[in-house]
């Protein structure tokens, strides 16, 4: 992951952490790349959980979800 891209998904993070109750839905879902395993650590870490993985070309998608109050 590129400083860049760790930024960006912190900013993101932070974003929702502040503000949950002002989204219209209940269920926050992302994809990552399997490989990344430190962005599915930090994903976890934030509440969220692996609901599937698919192979995609020579690795894997992961899919994650969290709950949120809304």
């Known amino acids: 992951m590129t400083i860049g891209a760790n930024m960006a998904t912190r900013v993101s993070l932070a974003t929702v952490a502040v503000s949950p109750a002002s989204v219209p839905f209940h269920q926050l879902r992302l994809l ?6 430190a962005s599915v650590s930090l994903y976890k870490g934030q509440g969220y959980s692996i609901d599937r993985e698919e192979p995609f070309m020579n690795g894997s998608t992961v899919y994650m979800s969290k709950r ?3």
């Not at 990552?32 to 395993?37: I, K, P, Q, R």
């Open 32 to 37: 990552t790349n399997g490989a990344f395993e």
């Open 68 to 70: 949120i109050a809304g």
